[in-house]
């Protein structure tokens, strides 16, 4: 079994990370995972939440606002709605993000007020994880 896996995340902007990781958890939509090497095919759409990966120089942390992941036994690729370093950046993207999030639920009602709350309440959860 391998040690390590490709790990690729890349948003609409940019390429933020490329090399070889231990491990990959992810903020999946229907839970939160762990993508290691030889890790069973998949895809998993995403929602706003930290990523952290496990390398050689140790702990990397990014803020997701959603997108998807594709892992292979072989590594692990993120394409992410937005994606920026954990850290002040990635905060106030966040902050604006929940604003906005708060004011479309606002004026909506029944399921489509639903899923903006729940992103809204993703967003709380992450900012929080970030203080």
Do not use: N
Not at 95 to 107: F, G, M, N, Q
């Amino acid at each position: 079994m391998a040690d390590t896996m490709q790990f690729d995340l890349v948003s609409p902007e940019r390429k933020l990370a490329s090399g070889a990781v231990r491990a990959v958890q992810i903020p999946g939509a229907e839970g939160d995972l762990t993508a290691m090497p030889e890790h069973a095919p998949m895809i998993t759409t995403l929602r706003p939440g930290i990523l952290i990966t496990e390398g050689e120089g140790g702990e990397s942390r990014y803020v997701v606002t959603g997108g998807f992941a594709e892992i292979t036994p072989a590594g692990t690729t993120v394409l992410a709605e937005r994606a920026f370093a954990a850290g002040p950046e990635g905060r106030a993207v966040l902050e604006a993000l929940l604003t906005e999030t708060r004011e479309k639920a606002a004026s909506l009602s029944g399921p489509d007020k639903d899923v903006l709350d729940k992103a809204a309440g993703d967003l709380e959860r992450t900012i929080a994880a970030l203080a």
